[in-house]
T-cell receptor
Framework: AQTVTQSQPEMSVQEAETVTLSCTYD???????LFWYKQPPSRQMILVIR??????QNATENRFSVNFQKAAKSFSLKISDSQLGDTAMYFC????????FGQGTRLTINP | EPEVTQTPSHQVTQMGQEVILRCVPI?????FYWYRQILGQKVEFLVS????????KSEIFDDQFSVERPDGSNFTLKIRSTKLEDSAMYFC???????????FGAGSRLTVL
């Protein structure tokens, strides 16, 4: 069975700091994708970044980057120069058509 | 930027009533999905739909649930006889291929009293 675990229920940092959110997963599939979604108070699911498991290079999207360790089944998200608008729930997800989500990390950026 | 549109944004219903949640996926997408998020919990997969039939469904998607693409643009989720535990945010999503990025709608909040 596929599982996704986010071990940090809540995190809080000061504006402009760098923060790393952790995610581990388990799957028997050889080809899969990993995602980080942001859910602001409006509860909309917004894609932050995507990683294809067959690619060794870590994905980067502006201030957001991942550290993908395939052997360890780890997929952490780094947010650099954090902004107040980054405050949200962040969900790690794994799969392709059927996504399995983690429990989420509530991130608060303080002014 | 193309988006997935969901209606209604919030629906309140009495237990035992039928509810239909509607979604307009992105026009050139071929794969459609429903996910559910009970308040304070993680997002859970309900069902995927391709080529006018269900391609996969979870244990949650029991006989009280059904999906339909009635007119080539809308994608609906019907809950036949709602229960209190059906109260949740329901997200529709679509993708252009079966292994591509899912674009989620803003969600429909269902409250069952």
């Amino acid at each position: 069975a596929q599982t996704v675990t986010q071990s940090q229920p809540e995190m809080s940092v000061q504006e402009a700091e760098t923060v790393t959110l952790s995610c581990t997963y388990d799957t028997s599939e050889s080809n899969y994708y990993l995602f980080w979604y942001k859910q602001p108070p409006s509860r909309q699911m917004i894609l932050v970044i995507r990683q294809e498991a067959y690619k060794q290079q870590n994905a980067t999207e502006n201030r957001f980057s991942v550290n993908f360790q395939k052997a360890a089944k780890s997929f952490s998200l780094k947010i650099s120069d954090s902004q107040l608008g980054d405050t949200a729930m962040y969900f790690c997800a794994q799969g392709a058509q059927k996504l399995v989500f983690g429990q989420g990390t509530r991130l608060t950026i303080n002014p | 930027e193309p988006e997935v549109t969901q209606t209604p944004s919030h629906q309140v219903t009495q237990m035992g009533q039928e509810v239909i949640l509607r979604c307009v996926p992105i026009s050139n997408h071929l794969y459609f999905y429903w996910y559910r998020q009970i308040l304070g919990q993680k997002v859970e997969f309900l069902v995927s739909f391709y080529n006018n039939e269900i391609s996969e469904k979870s244990e949650i998607f029991d006989d009280q649930f059904s999906v339909e693409r009635p007119d080539g643009s809308n994608f609906t989720l019907k809950i036949r006889s709602t229960k209190l535990e059906d109260s949740a945010m329901y997200f529709c999503a679509s993708s252009s291929t079966g292994a591509n990025v899912l674009t989620f709608g803003a969600g429909s909040r269902l409250t069952v009293l």
